[in-house]
């Protein structure tokens, strides 16, 4: 077992002129820092310095080791931080659109709930207008959805496209309005498909509307029509709309969080996670 008193010393020695120098850094004798590095390179099989009675010098194993030691007790130091403090309590009211809850978010609250494990967490799914509509009336701490086209607030957390999806394999009368699957209104990701039907000069029928991307898929994947979604969620069972001219492409939809203007201590955590595990998967962190 690697001590962390002897990787302390171990580190202090690395960078001073003798064992003596260290003993006086540490207020330690210099026969403990003696002690200390024997016992280390007894665990590790290895010789870390080379040392005589003039000088003191890391050996390529010592090099090594000093790269481990810094961050094992980085680690340490981390773990003492995190335990240190009194467990916070209390409850975040959190909203978000049902888009995020199959994709990135199940380990964003993962991550809050290590930890703050004794913090209760209120979940609110919606479509993204009545989240915001919840947030402004005081109702909920923090919500993530879709920017609505002319919004301005929020953190920018990624991008996704929007794709058209159908039953896998069926094919569709090209002569015959397009049959819709959409979420009902108002949705962002509806507006934005009837806006490029429109400006495209595509016949459309709406012959279903929906509360939930669930229940679109499953109207599609039972051949009412044809539905639209971000990319990144599930699509199984369902493929790229056959027998038709191709659709036009569909913009990206753009996801932030949106705080409450007084936020809580915890609500602020949720946030940090939420921008560091998302912004950095944009990025491929």
Known sequence: MLHPQWLRTFVVAAGAASFSATARRLNLTQSTVSDHIRQLEAAV??????????????TPDGETMLTHARLILEAITTAEAQFAGPRLKGRVRFGTSDDMVVGP?????????????????????GFTSALYAELD?????????????????????????????????ARFDPASPLPLILLEEPSVS????????????RRFQIVCSAG???ACAAAARGGLGIMVQPAHMPAAGLGTPRGIDPLPVLP???????????????????????????TAR???G
């Not at 978010?105 to 799914?125: G, M, Q, S």
């Not at 509806?190 to 000069?201: E, N, P, T, V």
């Open 105 to 125: 978010l199940p380990d964003v609250l993962a991550a809050f709930r290590r930890r703050h494990p004794d913090v209760e967490l209120n979940i609110t799914i």
């Open 282 to 284: 944009t990025t491929g």
């Open 190 to 201: 509806r507006s934005f498909a009837l806006d490029a039907l429109a400006a495209a000069g």
């Open 137 to 169: 009336a005081g109702k909920l701490d923090l919500i993530t959805g879709k920017r609505r086209p002319g919004e301005t607030r929020g953190h920018n957390l990624h991008r996704e496209p929007l794709v058209w999806l159908a039953q896998a394999g």
């Open 45 to 58: 099989g290895r010789r870390l310095f080379v040392r005589d009675t003039h000088s003191l010098a890391l």
């Open 252 to 278: 990206e939809v753009e996801y932030v969080a949106v705080a409450a203007p007084k936020l809580s201590p915890l609500a602020r955590t949720l946030l940090d996670i939420l921008l560091e595990s998302l």
């Open 212 to 214: 939930s991307y669930a």
